[in-house]
């Protein structure tokens, strides 16, 4: 089993429409979360983070975050073409404190015009 | 703003020679990473660093070694470049995290992409 887990896609939206992005992850003590979007042939840039069980919402951006589950979700409103690229899930592993971050292996989203 | 930057974008380097590659970050940052990204495959760590002289590994340090003798740089070394080593390589850093939780997050370079022919 992988550490972190994500669906590879493509996940395909109409434009206007909500994308939701899972990622699943093993280690119960992981204490931060992250979402990442990366542009084909860009390095990835951080969207938000998260450590709380719920929802974090940022603009059309919302993370949800399930700890029993071991879940984390981003769900983006009203996509626009822009928003297609690929969406990293990553997480900050047990309560050290070297910051290391596991990444999953992303989400390819497609927004159709 | 952060800047991680990586000095060199594209290389070509042929089987077996030594293959550099450099690291700066201008944020006075503590941590710092190398990644290789490969289709299907993610990012995977290689080595990481978290002070001045120290390292540790990551997933996938076979092949690979690093150099941190100033805070703000770190150098992935590959000794004898070999073919299943071409890949795009992401440098990164990131504050020393003082709690379990924390929105450190890591900022990222813009990406070396090497081929070894």
């Known amino acids: 089993q992988k550490e972190v887990e994500q669906n590879s896609g493509p996940l395909s939206v109409p434009e206007g429409a909500i994308a939701s992005l899972n990622c699943t992850y093993s280690?119960?003590?992981?204490?931060?979360f992250f979402w990442y979007r990366q542009y084909s042939g860009k390095s990835p840039e951080l969207i938000m983070f998260?450590?709380?069980?719920g929802d974090k919402e940022d603009g059309r951006f919302t993370a949800q975050l399930n700890k029993a589950s071991q879940y984390v979700s981003l769900l983006i409103r009203d996509s626009q073409p822009s928003d297609s690229a690929t969406y990293l899930c990553?997480?900050?592993?047990?309560?050290?404190?070297?910051?290391?971050?596991?990444f999953g292996q992303g989400t390819t989203l497609q927004v159709k015009p | 703003d952060v800047k991680v930057t990586q000095s060199s974008r594209y290389l070509v380097k042929r089987t077996g020679e030594k293959v550099f590659l450099e690291c700066v970050q201008d944020?006075?940052?503590?941590?710092m990473f190398w990644y290789r990204q490969d289709p299907g495959l993610g990012l995977r760590l290689i080595y990481f660093?978290?002070?001045?002289?120290?390292?540790e590994k990551g997933d996938i340090p076979e092949g690979y070694s690093v150099s941190r003798e100033k805070k703000e740089r770190f150098s992935l070394i590959l000794e004898s470049a070999s073919t299943n080593q071409t890949s795009m390589y992401l440098c990164?850093?990131?504050?020393?995290?003082?709690?379990?939780?924390?929105?450190?997050?890591?900022?990222f370079g813009e990406g070396s992409w090497l081929t070894v022919v």
């Open positions: 998260i450590y709380s069980n």
């Open positions: 990164a850093s990131s504050l020393f995290p003082r709690t379990g939780r924390s929105g450190n997050t890591i900022y």
């Open positions: 280690d119960r003590g992981s204490q931060s």
């Open positions: 660093s978290y002070d001045v002289k120290m390292k």
């Open positions: 944020m006075d940052h503590e941590n």
């Open positions: 990553a997480v900050r592993k047990g309560s050290g404190n070297t910051g290391k971050l596991i």
